[in-house]
């Protein structure tokens, strides 16, 4: 069992930045894909990101390359998702996810959710 818990999310103007936070607890094997989700009102779920805990790789969605970055710090337990150079496409709950990697971008592949974040992109 893992238990995810997200913060970080809040309201932030066109090309600013903000940083989420999924703090890791239970049992964390290398068998996970950990990172997010995010969805829109209207839209369904879809992958952004994910961390291999098995060789530190790393997957982005098209639509977040060069402007996110998915990091772990192992001593606090904790995955991050630096998002620059927001715009209001980004706009949606995320949600910290452990998944297989196989389907790192579904979230029909995933095992445990966090309880989501707002993330708000507004002028």
């Known amino acids: 069992q893992l238990q995810l818990t997200d913060s970080g999310g809040g309201l932030v103007q066109p090309g600013g930045s903000l940083r989420l936070s999924c703090l890791v607890s239970g049992e964390t094997t290398d068998y996970y894909c950990l990172g997010w989700f995010r969805q829109a009102p209207g839209r369904e779920r879809e992958g952004v990101s994910c961390?291999?805990?098995?060789?530190?790789?790393?997957r982005y969605a098209d639509s977040v390359k060069g402007r996110f970055t998915i990091s772990r710090d192992v001593a606090k337990s904790t995955l991050y998702l630096q998002m620059n150079d927001l715009n209001p496409e980004d706009t949606a709950v995320y949600y910290c996810?452990?998944?297989?990697?196989?389907?790192?971008?579904?979230?029909?592949?995933?095992?445990?959710w966090g309880q989501g974040t707002q993330v708000t992109v507004s002028s």
């Open positions: 961390f291999d805990m098995d060789d530190w790789s790393t």
């Open positions: 996810a452990a998944s297989t990697l196989a389907k790192w971008d579904d979230y029909t592949g995933v095992y445990f």
